[in-house]
């Protein structure tokens, strides 16, 4: 008991940590969008930023998902002198590849932009390369802030590596305000560069006591070695996710202007969505779930999967109800102000309806992602990914041409819903049951305080005037919420939700 109180109070420090940082995030957005609107600098810089992310998200993928693992194994059998001497030679191994993977994506910047976005003018592709290069000279920054968020979490030090977060959003805020106006959007580029710098110097200080570090570089250590087994997978499976994204953006860059940042703007809202709810759940419970693994607690695993299914259903399903019912009102919220008209809030809101509903399997399936990472099975995302993407290419083709930037969205979610699926049948396989008639009931259960919570939001939006300005959309939209929330709340109450029933007693 005392130890599910330690997760809760975790989880609850890590998510009102999380909320903070996206909360800033958020306002960050707001500001970008007041600025440069969805315009040509709008869309080079978010072309700029995804090429950009882009080996960010490959090393992230391989770091996050074998470091915590690993160095909870290392710590286990061989103690805290053999897991620094492993975490230096990753860390040293991971700051080299990213030099190197620095100087490839500055210098091929030029055809890179020209393959990927091929709509783009000469205008906008050599802005678009000049942003690049401007934020590729901090890559290695962060790396390094990477391995050492995941040496933290592996010290179930969750908090530290949330903290990452704030820097570039005071950066993107005082470049937009400060320097917009001198050098344009190249402002957001140097943001991103300093930011890159301070994500680093502000983990420092939490590493004192878990982690001295060692000048070595040593190939042939065995733990490295399984590292790099462990990590081409998942490297190749986020390959292959981020293949999803570039392609939505391939084929948005032959759209209208400034359907490219409206996806962009849309996006931003659900990673603000699984940011809060998801990523604090899935980040302790992939420390909990390793040390599982090395205890080798099948039981343990499986209910803690059951009970993040459920948990993930609950929460998202009435804000994924409300925030389709009620999307042109969040993009007015969110962005509309400035240079971000009311079209471009209209084709936002359009966008964020189709990635919405594929919310709820986002979450699941990055749960069950960190659950075969948690067993250092790597191979098993990277296969599902590859069918999911297959998917979205397909989807990709045919919903834009009936749907334009709306079926890409779309594709989307019906894609990262499959991967899901697929998740959950191999771990099936893997333990030959999961449980999931234990918790059927409760899903049932909470599907229908969903229909209850859809029915009211859809009759009180019906109801109320339509809202402009600031003050007057936000009261509409909390109106609605509260009450779609209500009685969400109250169904679930009163069907005995096992989840909700437990929280009160």
């Not at 007041?34 to 930023?49: K, L, P, Q, R, T």
């Not at 000048?215 to 981020?242: G, Y």
């Not at 969505?273 to 302790?284: A, D, F, Q, S, Y």
Request: contains cysteine; positive net charge.
């Amino acid at each position: 008991m005392a130890r599910k109180q330690h997760f809760i109070r975790t989880t609850a420090v890590v998510t009102l940590v999380i909320l903070f940082s996206k909360a800033l995030g958020f306002l960050r957005e707001s500001i970008t969008a007041n600025y440069f609107g969805a315009g040509m600098e709008s869309d080079a810089y978010v072309s700029a930023y995804s090429l950009f992310y882009l080996p960010i998200l490959l090393f992230n993928s391989c770091i996050t998902s074998t470091i915590v693992p690993l160095c909870i194994k290392i710590r286990k059998d061989n103690g805290a002198l053999a897991e620094d001497q492993f975490a230096s030679n990753a860390l040293n191994l991971f700051i080299l590849l990213s030099l190197v993977a620095a100087a490839l994506m500055f210098m091929l910047a030029k055809p890179l932009v020209g393959l990927i976005y091929y709509g783009f003018d000469a205008e906008k592709a050599a802005l678009t390369v000049r942003l690049t290069r401007i934020m590729m000279l901090t890559l290695t920054f962060n790396i390094a802030s990477i391995v050492l968020s995941s040496l933290l979490n592996a010290h179930e030090k969750y908090v530290a590596a949330q903290l990452t977060g704030f820097p570039l959003s005071f950066a993107l805020i005082l470049a937009s305000v400060c320097f917009s106006r001198t050098i344009g959007i190249e402002a957001m580029a140097w943001g991103v560069f300093f930011a890159s710098i301070l994500q680093t110097l502000v983990l420092i200080p939490f590493l004192r006591g878990s982690f001295h570090y060692h000048a070595i570089v040593n190939f042939r250590d065995q733990a490295l070695t399984h590292l790099i087994a462990m990590a081409l997978p998942a490297i190749l499976s986020m390959a292959v996710s981020e293949l999803n994204h570039m392609i939505d953006r391939m084929l948005c860059s032959g759209l209208n202007t400034g359907d490219l940042s409206c996806m962009n703007y849309a996006y931003k809202l659900i990673t603000f969505l699984t940011g809060i709810i998801i990523v604090p759940l899935t980040t302790v419970m992939f420390s909990r779930m390793s040390q599982m693994v090395a205890n080798k607690n099948t039981s343990g695993i499986l209910k803690a999967v059951r009970s993040c299914i459920v948990m993930i259903l609950l929460v998202m399903l009435p804000i994924v109800l409300v925030g389709a019912v009620m999307s042109l009102d969040v993009i007015k919220l969110a962005y509309t102000r400035g240079g971000f008209t009311l079209e471009n809030a209209r084709t936002t809101a359009g966008v964020l309806i189709f990635y919405i509903v594929g919310v709820p399997g986002f979450g699941i399936r990055d749960l069950l992602n960190r659950t075969f990472h948690a067993m250092q099975d790597t191979k098993t995302p990277f296969y599902a990914a590859c069918v999911a993407v297959g998917l979205n290419v397909v989807l990709n083709i045919l919903l834009r041409a009936v749907m334009g930037v709306n079926g890409l969205a779309l594709a989307t979610s019906i894609a990262g819903s499959l991967a899901m699926l697929m998740l959950l049948i191999q771990l099936k396989r893997r333990f030959g049951h999961i449980g999931l008639k234990k918790i059927l009931p409760d899903i049932l259960k909470i599907a229908f305080a969903g229909v209850l919570c859809a029915v009211v939001a859809m009759t009180a939006n019906a109801l109320l005037p339509a809202a402009h300005g600031f003050g007057m959309v936000f009261l509409r939209l909390c109106v609605v919420t509260l009450a779609a929330f209500l009685v969400y709340g109250a169904a679930c109450l009163l069907l005995r939700v096992k989840a909700v029933v437990n929280r009160i007693k």
